[in-house]
T-cell receptor, first 115, second 114 residues
């Protein structure tokens, strides 16, 4: 079965420290990978995506993610966390074999950045 | 820039009542989707549409119906609401493309069934 896993329900970091939010996937074919962020009572906002090419993808608000094919992972990272980064983060994958565009989402990771 | 707009934003229903959630997008996207979000379960696809006049079932379609009579609109219907349908509903849309297309989401509709 195709799936996405975010092993941590919550990640806590201090402001200014680097952060990592983990994501692993299991899909057939070459995957297209996405990260979205959700602020309280809001919709999901697109952060970044990996389609092909360079394994390190840069996105909005200083976030980046590294695609690792051998480990089937796509971890989200930021060198220096801000309190305003506190939100719910979703990893999602679109199987390369899919022609409908629909995404499979992980269960989400709450990021808490403390001053 | 309206993007994806959902109405209503909040609604409380009694068990057995019916209602329709409306989604409108102004980006000329071919694909539209309805997801539901439940704590600890991420987003699950209810129904989707790859073009005007076409719809298809997603991961959790039971209890819901959809229609795509116009390209810009995608309606989600609950014929007989149940407490298990208490959730946050998100509409989304994207372009038709063979490469990983970015999906854009609405702000959500909070539905409580009592």
């Amino acid at each position: 079965a195709q799936s996405v896993a975010q092993p941590e329900d919550q990640v806590n970091v201090a402001e200014g420290n680097p952060l990592t939010v983990k994501c692993t996937y299991s899909v057939s074919g070459n995957p297209y990978l996405f990260w979205y962020v959700q602020y309280p009572n809001r919709g999901l906002q697109f952060l970044l995506k990996y389609i092909t090419g360079d394994n390190l993808v840069k996105g909005s608000y200083g976030f980046e993610a590294e695609f690792n094919k051998s480990q089937t992972s796509f971890h989200l990272k930021k060198p220096s966390a801000l309190v305003s980064d506190s939100a719910l983060y979703f990893c999602a994958v679109r199987p390369g074999s899919s022609n409908t565009g629909k995404l499979i989402f992980g269960q989400g990771t709450t990021l808490q950045v403390k001053p | 820039n309206a993007g994806v707009t959902q109405t209503p934003k909040f609604r409380v229903l009694k068990t057995g009542q019916s209602m329709t959630l409306l989604c409108a997008q102004d980006m000329n996207h071919e694909y539209m989707y309805w997801y539901r979000q439940d704590p600890g379960m991420g987003l699950r696809l209810i129904h989707y549409s790859v073009g005007e006049g076409t719809t298809a079932k997603g991961e959790v379609p039971d209890g819901y119906n959809v229609s795509r009579l116009k390209k810009q609109n995608f309606l989600l219907g609950l014929e007989s609401a149940a407490p298990s349908q208490t959730s946050v509903y998100f509409c989304a849309s994207s372009f038709l493309t063979r490469v990983g297309n970015t999906i854009y989401f609405g702000e959500g509709s909070w539905l409580t069934v009592v």
